[in-house]
């Protein structure tokens, strides 16, 4: 009964290789996101997606690309992956996007562990 | 560009209330503090938020100074499986921004 999930888990690839990270939400909300946590421990909100549309893009380089098939998934494809993308990237979601000035409580999935080499 | 300043670590005693101290002097009117907290190799789990008024649930107490520029998440049982890095942030639920947070150890 995992709220938020992800996977793969752990991602090990080369240098220039593309890979997805999939993430998936059973708790019918409408608002996900993409973050990204550095070596230094810094978590950094990469994108968010309200119903299916993109709300918040920041100034990820294009070689991220999210895709939301439906309002309860939101994958990364990310292109010519780069030694400076290892890190921990966490999907999140939200019942709204609180954009009105209302309180949605984030609740985030357990990480992809991602290692370019 | 982190609007919250938090020390760098702290202990606690088992049993004994954890007090976790924020500094956010920059908060503007309508931002609220919200605190997370990331358990060793987890994601980011919400604790509590609160606009002006002190705020408490099932798993912490939030005190929020009258001029609004800084606050304390109070845990008031403290057990081992609270030792975690708690992150103080002020904005707005869709766009949180995380620092570099208070790593709270318990210890028994």
């Known amino acids: 009964d995992t709220a938020v999930s992800q996977t793969p888990k752990y991602l090990v690839t080369q240098m220039g290789n593309d890979k997805s990270i999939k993430c998936e939400q059973n708790?019918?909300?409408?608002?996900m996101y993409w973050y990204k946590q550095d070596s230094k421990k810094f978590l950094k909100i990469m994108f968010s997606?309200?119903?299916?549309?993109?709300?918040i893009n920041e100034t990820v380089p294009n070689r991220f690309s999210p895709k939301s098939p439906d309002k309860a998934h939101l994958n990364l494809h990310i292109n010519s992956l780069e030694l400076g993308d290892s890190a921990v990237y966490f999907c999140?979601?939200?019942?709204?996007?609180?954009?009105?000035?209302?309180?949605?409580?984030?609740?985030f999935g357990p990480g992809t562990r991602l290692l370019v080499l | 560009d982190a609007k919250t300043t938090q020390p760098p670590s702290m202990d606690c005693a088992e049993g004994r209330a954890a007090n976790l101290p924020c500094n956010h002097s920059?908060?503007?009117?309508?931002?609220?503090v919200y605190w997370y907290r990331q358990i060793h190799s987890q994601g980011p789990q919400y604790i509590i938020h609160?606009?002006?008024n002190n705020e408490t649930n099932e798993m912490a107490s939030l005190i929020i100074t009258e001029d609004r520029k800084s606050s304390t998440l109070i845990l008031p049982h403290a057990t081992l499986r609270d030792t975690a890095v708690y992150y103080c942030?002020?904005?707005?639920?869709?766009?949180?921004?995380f620092g570099a947070g208070t790593t709270v150890t318990v210890r028994a």
């Open positions: 708790l019918g909300h409408d608002t």
């Open positions: 920059t908060i503007s009117g309508n931002e609220y």
């Open positions: 609160g606009l002006k």
């Open positions: 997606y309200n119903n299916k549309e993109l709300i």
């Open positions: 942030i002020v904005g707005y639920d869709y766009k949180l921004s």
């Open positions: 999140a979601s939200s019942q709204g996007t609180g954009l009105a000035g209302g309180q949605e409580t984030q609740y």
